[in-house]
């Protein structure tokens, strides 16, 4: 006696919608037609102003040819700036972190986002990964230290020291972030004390 | 030391998309953040579809000037079906009701959409619902029952009081779903008022 939701709605724009909000992540069945039924009374600027937002993500937003974090511009604001400090870079797994980093005001480098963690598990390795950019980087010299920023769990780890293997014949500086983060925690949701300490307390791995 | 999550995307169209995510219902400042940077890499055709999806949908949907459910085409197909039975009219809250009694396929009749329900907490009388179009409706003529199929609630049961006390003098049926035990339910997590109703409402098997 199990019905499926999406067949509830049998007027295709609203089939539609829901259909295509079922395919983001954490949204089901039941959610997405809740937001659908939403959208169908809101006030229509607001549906608008959302419908406009997705549409011009995309058409707006690319990736940083230096670090690969999302931007508008190429490069970005970090890899363009002068403020920076340029003889170092941050690794994380995302876009999101180095917004959790730069919310800290506790790092004034630059970033490398590698777009993932190896996971053989879900068939990533290192090639699936931004590495081969960072170490064209690297190469081009002048980085005296290199933060390895990603998660600290498992996959995260084990991207950090494939890594260090690889980066510490250069003679830079590897790090890691402190042990303030919680094992098993995700980067993207730790506070902002927390992610200063781990950044003033990093140590040579 | 909180950090309003919005702040942590610095670039405008995503701080945008995730300002939009975060007005609807159920959708908090994480759940924004999180979406928008799957959007920033979920494949481009599926972007495009969600955003089309939201922007046809208004485009798309009116509600019907007779039963007031959403429609694309007004009278909506089931006000104009000659297959209903037109002399009955089961009377719902919202949109997602009708899907839901379309689902079981027992009901063949016509269907009028309040739009709400009697709610003095939150400001909600019946001029706000959709009752002179039901009662313009009834004047029509050619109604024989009016199923009153809003929520087993507080202001679901006195919207169906309300409407029950203007309906009776018109001469009509006036009938309410039937309250009981839900299918696949367990007796003993029942809770007393739906056990109560169950017992007072017992058949002869």
Known sequence: MHSEPRRSANIPPVARLIEALQRLPGIGPKTAQRLTFYLVRAPVEEVSELAQAIAELRAQIRFCSVCHNITVADPCGICASEARDRDRICVVEEPLDVSALER????????????GVISPVDGIGPDDLRIDALMARM???????????????????????????????????????ARGLPMGGDLEYADEVTLSRAITGRREV
Do not use: F, Q
């Open 104 to 115: 800290t005001g506790e790092y004034h480098g630059l970033y490398h986002v590698l777009h």
């Open 139 to 177: 190469r081009a010299g002048g980085i005296d230290e290199v933060i390895l920023a990603t998660n600290p769990n498992l996959e995260g780890e084990a991207t950090a020291m494939y890594l260090a293997r690889l980066l510490s014949p250069l003679g830079v500086r590897v790090t890691r972030l």
